[in-house]
């Protein structure tokens, strides 16, 4: 202990401060390690699971005596304790997989429940059970099926039914075909529904058309790159510039035409009438016998015969009609306009300058035409292709620089915070361990070096010692460094200064041999 007192007394007040440092430094990474090698190492039990979910979960943890932690939407725990865990929650039906399903029928009983009662209960298992299904999905997070199914007692007539189905994705958006899909699902689910019935909406980003109803930017996208790339094979790439836009139907529409034509007939009805008669006047003497007997036995009386025949015939005819109905429903393409750029041609003129100059009226006529053709033109609906040829604005020799964002622009305020205090951190330990040790080396430079220019000064009147000249005759178990030709007492005191446990060693050595003698 006195050995250490001394050594502490011996020390600046600067290499107190470095060893105080150095001893606090290693203390605190001593505990780190320690806190590490004692801390419970937890691992993710469920995360992205709802309130009531997670509430039950951490009602059965604390149950079982599990340390856990809750960050966020996410349950820690042990883990070396995790799978099993995992397998008693799966025991005890958690975390349940969307809502109730069937079982809610198990505990219905025939006394006391109405019709009215068991079919509620029915719809509602129906719509648990097509949630589990979905949920099966992998990007699906949680998802709430409605159904909305008429009643079709009595003499009511039988109503086809809706269906609305609401995704909360892990991040990946739901596409057309996923979407059609649920579609297809819930029609096969539900008796009597049509997948056209049903919609499927991300709680995101709305409702999620299917592939035969395209919303109009993706419509707009997708003739947009048609034409460029039929546009590219010709004139290069980016040498064109297309931009279109598609004007939809956004409004039921019926429109319904009848048109007559005048000079065109048609036979809807004939009638024919025939009529035929036939009189006979005979005069002569009283009735008798004779004029009940056949013709020509009889009396010969004068008689006179009239006959006559008449045809008539009506035909009724109908001017010609044509009866048109038209049914226009939403998301129609109503107008469609295409702009198109294209870039011009070089050319070298007369200096010998090469220019851009426009393409040729024929040119630009054949891409009109094969334009018109890709975007399904319809004069009659009203579209417009406009396709023009423009020297393009060229850049400069350089060209334009493009502003890189620096280390600051791309870090995050709390990235910045940790920064600055790593850089504090390594400013105060540069302070307090290399601030002593470079001021001692700008001490030593400072001072002239041993080269023998200097004045010759007298040795100093100093008593002869024992121990010294005996030190001086055995062979030094060190090599002194050059020392100024300057004061011997500066020099001394300079030497233990550096060269602490040589000099401290040394007197230790002269204290023995003289306690000895």
Same mark, same amino acid.
């Given at each position: 202990?006195?050995?250490? +007192?001394?050594?502490?007394?011996?020390?600046?007040?600067? +290499?107190?401060?470095?060893?105080? #440092?150095?001893?606090?430094?290693?203390?605190?990474?001593?505990?780190?390690? #320690?806190?590490?090698?004692?801390? !419970?190492?937890?691992?993710?039990?469920?995360?992205?699971?709802?309130? @009531?979910?997670?509430? $039950? =979960?951490?009602?059965?943890?604390?149950? $079982?005596?599990? #340390?856990?932690?809750?960050? /966020?939407?996410?349950?820690?725990?042990?883990? /070396?304790?995790?799978? +099993?865990?995992?397998?008693?929650? @799966?025991?005890?039906?958690?975390p349940s997989a969307g809502g109730a399903g069937y079982e809610i029928l198990d505990g219905m009983s025939g006394f006391g429940t109405t019709s009215q009662m068991f079919d509620a209960a029915y719809w509602r298992a129906k719509e648990g059970e097509? @949630?589990?299904? =979905?949920?099966?999905?992998?990007?699906?997070?949680?998802?709430?099926?409605?159904?909305?199914?008429?009643?079709?007692?009595?003499?009511?007539?039988?109503?086809?039914?809706?269906?609305?189905?609401?995704?909360?994705?892990? /991040?990946?958006?739901?596409d057309r075909t996923q979407a059609q899909a649920l579609r297809f699902l819930i029609a096969s689910g539900v008796p009597g529904m049509t997948p056209e019935r049903v919609t499927v909406i991300d709680s995101a980003r709305g409702v999620v058309?299917?592939?035969?109803?395209?919303?109009?930017?993706? %419509?707009?996208?997708?003739l947009k790159r048609n034409?460029?790339?039929?546009?590219? $094979?010709?004139?290069?790439?980016?040498?064109?510039?297309?931009?279109?836009?598609?004007?939809?139907? !956004?409004?039921?529409?019926?429109?319904?035409? +009848? %048109?007559?034509?005048?000079?065109?007939?048609a036979l809807?009805?004939?009638e024919s009438e025939e009529t035929t008669d036939q009189s006979t006047n005979q005069s002569g003497g009283p009735v008798t016998a004779s004029s009940n007997l056949p013709e020509g036995t009889g009396d010969q009386d004068d008689q006179s015969r009239a006959n006559s025949s008449e045809t008539r015939q009506r035909s009724n005819y109908e001017v010609s009609r044509i009866t048109r109905e038209v049914v226009s429903q939403p998301g129609a393409t109503r107008r469609l306009t295409v702009a198109v750029l294209v870039n011009g041609v070089p050319q070298t003129v007369a200096g010998g300058e090469v220019t851009l100059v426009p393409r040729p009226e024929a040119e630009i006529e054949t891409l009109r035409e094969l334009v018109a053709s890709a975007v399904g033109f319809d004069e009659g609906r009203g579209d417009v292709v406009t396709v023009k040829s423009l020297p393009f604005a060229a850049l400069g020799e350089d060209g334009t620089l493009a502003r890189r964002g620096g280390l600051v622009d791309r870090l995050e305020p709390?990235?910045?915070?940790?920064?600055?205090?790593?850089?504090?951190?390594?400013?105060? =330990? @540069?302070?307090?361990?290399l601030r002593p040790v470079l001021r001692a080396r700008a001490q030593g430079a400072a001072a002239p070096l041993l080269d023998g220019s200097g004045p010759a000064l007298p040795a100093p009147d100093l008593p002869e010692i024992p121990a010294l000249a005996a030190l001086s005759m055995a062979e030094p178990e060190y090599e002194f460094p050059s020392l100024p030709a300057a004061d011997p007492v500066a020099r001394l005191r300079e030497l233990m200064r550096e060269r602490q446990q040589d000099s401290l060693r040394i007197l230790s050595g002269w204290i023995d041999e003289k306690e000895k003698a």
């Open positions: 202990m006195q050995k250490l +007192q001394d050594y502490w007394n011996a020390r600046s007040g600067q +290499q107190r401060m470095t060893l105080i #440092a150095a001893f606090a430094l290693t203390f605190l990474a001593v505990a780190a390690f #320690a806190f590490a090698s004692n801390r !419970t190492e937890m691992a993710l039990l469920y995360g992205g699971l709802d309130g @009531a979910q997670s509430g $039950s =979960i951490m009602a059965e943890v604390e149950k $079982s005596g599990v #340390a856990y932690q809750v960050r /966020g939407d996410s349950i820690w725990v042990d883990a /070396g304790q995790r799978d +099993q865990l995992r397998m008693t929650l @799966a025991g005890l039906g958690l097509l @949630a589990r299904t =979905i949920l099966a999905l992998p990007n699906v997070k949680a998802a709430r099926v409605h159904l909305a199914v008429p009643t079709g007692r009595g003499y009511r007539r039988e109503a086809a039914g809706t269906a609305s189905v609401t995704l909360t994705t892990s /991040g990946a958006a739901v058309s299917s592939g035969d109803e395209m919303a109009g930017a993706d %419509r707009e996208a997708e034409v460029e790339r039929l546009l590219e $094979s010709h004139v290069g790439p980016g040498n064109a510039i297309v931009e279109l836009n598609i004007a939809l139907q !956004t409004e039921a529409e019926q429109l319904t035409e +009848q %048109r007559f034509d005048p000079t065109q007939r809807i009805s004939q709390n990235g910045l915070i940790r920064l600055a205090l790593i850089g504090l951190f390594a400013l105060l =330990i @540069a302070a307090l361990v």
